[in-house]
């Protein structure tokens, strides 16, 4: 296929699965944008695939401004299609080459995305399982082994292997600098609903994801607890598809509630953590409504000139 492809692997302390993946990705252009690992990746990379492009960032920018970073590369090149892989992720064969076919008699679609296996492809990625759920068609066709449809519409699917046209990029932008790690391809799924573009399932397609199953654990301090609080409210009140002003006079009507429940109570710590969090959310709302409104607007969001 003559079609300039690029894919974008971001990189960190993920040297474990990286000759396995990269190795996957030949014989396309790959661009790794690592974020300062410590772990030898920069060297193992230089050394095995010497014809990779490497973008070596001086500290960990987290997921979405790496892969800012990549993209913007990448489309100076003159990317018509860039491919987001996680680094604990193979692709099969024909993978971006027949997600490519399927775009191109389907273009109302701004991401596609192909099944995703467990790391030695015997069951379904866990996660993407949960995902998948809300289109009971898609889940059940993949169960049955049976797929009835060239393409499944879904709401939301992670972004550990995306296949991006250029014509989503220059409709959407990156991803939002507001977002560190987690959250960052829910917001940018919610964007592509909210400029009439469609995200989609292709079977028959696959990709092995290759991470080791996580089961929700015990946030352990209140600066876990505020970490994921903050995570929360991003994730709520990014979604340009809602009106979201009702829910910030709630939350904080909630918040102070809270507050004094747990000073009637004498419970004087409960009651600064809950402050802490209503201070949080002041602090979020300026860039919060300027995320929403600059992401409402077609354009090359958050990408280098």
């Known amino acids: 296929m003559k079609t300039k492809i690029f894919i974008i692997i971001v990189s960190y302390n993920g040297l474990k699965w990286l000759f ?15 974020n300062n690992s410590t772990d030898g ?25 790496a892969n800012n970073i990549g993209i913007s590369y990448a489309l100076k090149k003159g990317a018509e299609y860039v491919f987001l892989l996680n680094q604990d992720a193979y692709l099969k064969p024909n993978t971006i080459n027949d997600l490519i076919t399927i775009y191109k008699k389907n273009t109302d679609f701004g ?10 492809g015997e069951k379904l ?4 399982s949960k995902y998948i759920a809300v289109n009971k068609r ?4 993949t169960l049955k082994k049976m797929f009835l449809q060239q393409i499944y519409e879904v709401p939301f699917v992670n972004a550990a292997a995306w296949l991006l046209p250029r014509k989503t990029i220059e409709k959407i932008g990156g991803f939002d600098p507001i977002f560190f790690h987690y959250g960052e391809d829910d917001n940018y799924c919610q964007r592509i609903l909210f400029h009439n573009l469609k995200i989609g399932i ?10 080791v199953p996580r089961s929700k654990k015990a946030l352990k301090n209140k600066t876990e607890k505020l970490a994921h609080f903050e995570r929360s409210i991003k994730k ?17 009507q909630y918040l102070i509630k809270l507050t004094l429940k747990s000073c009637l109570k004498l419970r004087y710590n409960e009651a600064i953590f809950n402050v802490n969090k209503y201070i949080l959310l002041k602090n979020m709302l300026p860039k919060i409504r300027i995320s929403r409104k600059k ?9 280098d000139d």
């Open 125 to 128: 990625d866990r996660n993407f």
């Open 20 to 34: 396995k993946c990269l190795k996957s990705c030949e014989p396309f252009n790959i661009i790794v944008v690592d």
């Open 41 to 65: 990746t920069v060297a193992f990379i230089q050394k095995n695939f010497p014809k990779i492009t490497m973008l070596r960032q001086n500290n960990n920018l987290g997921f979405g401004a």
């Open 138 to 141: 898609l889940q059940y066709d």
């Open 295 to 303: 992401n409402k607007v077609i354009g090359l969001h958050y990408l």
């Open 111 to 120: 991401i596609l995305s192909p099944i995703h296996l467990n790391g030695i």
């Open 202 to 211: 292709v079977p028959d397609i696959y990709v092995y994801h290759d991470r």
């Open 236 to 252: 709520r009140l990014l979604n340009i598809n809602d009106e979201v002003e009702n829910d910030i006079i709630k939350i904080r």
